[in-house]
């Protein structure tokens, strides 16, 4: 099954703002949003927001999601040392009646 | 509090099987689609299996199909994985889901020695 696309890794400095992106077709990403999730080295992931781009119950107004067309975005502003960790943007496919997941973003706060 | 505690994986050859259990808590586990995402050492996530909420449909990654089979006792608030035929590509931290992917377990690690 095919995946969704994300940068290896993204590097920004502390206080900045990173955007990660996520690419996918018209059957994942653009049918119904994006998950996204946060995975700690030796954690699970984290959802950070719905397909809806929502942010569950918990999650910092600093992470914000949207979407446009086929690609979702997640936004992270005033990056602290503990945003550091990998991102996954995800989706249901409705073609292959399957989640896609891409490969995932290291981010790097400098 | 939601809770998703998986048992089951351990050390197998290849060829051999393994049955994994996920225990849910704080929830409705019938109200809910579930799955199971697997992570390779040092690797991304990967989709494996998802089983709706009452269990009339299931669906498969292509590479797991017709060895492993996804099920739930919604009575027993439990969710299960029945993985044969392993292989050592099958080797991964198993994570036991809640759709659409809000609730993650710790996982169980499938070893699988060649």
């Known amino acids: 099954q095919a995946g969704l696309t994300q940068p290896p890794s993204v590097s920004k400095g502390l206080r900045q703002t990173a955007t990660l992106t996520c690419t996918g077709n018209s059957n994942n990403v653009g049918y119904q949003g994006a998950p996204w999730l946060q995975q700690h080295q030796g954690h699970p992931p984290k959802l950070l927001s719905y397909?809806?781009?929502n942010r569950p119950s918990g999650i910092s107004e600093r992470f914000s999601a949207s979407r446009s067309g086929n690609t979702a975005s997640l936004t992270i502003t005033g990056l602290q040392p503990e945003d550091e960790a990998d991102y996954y943007c995800s989706a249901w496919d409705s073609s292959l009646r399957a989640w896609v997941f891409g490969g995932g973003t290291k981010l790097t706060v400098l | 509090e939601v809770q998703l505690v998986e048992s089951g994986g351990g050390l197998v050859q290849a060829g051999g099987s393994l049955r994994l259990s996920c225990a849910a808590s704080g929830f409705t586990l019938s109200n809910y689609w579930m799955s199971w995402v697997r992570q390779a050492p040092g690797k991304g996530l990967e989709w494996v299996a998802t089983i709706t909420q009452d269990g009339s449909e299931e669906f498969y990654v292509d590479s797991v199909k017709g060895r492993f089979t996804i099920s739930r006792d919604n009575a027993q608030n439990s969710l299960y994985l029945q993985m044969n035929s392993l292989r050592a590509e099958d080797m991964a931290l198993y994570y036991c889901v809640r759709d659409p992917l809000d609730s993650w377990g710790q996982g169980t690690l499938v070893t699988v020695s060649s």
């Open positions: 397909r809806n781009n």
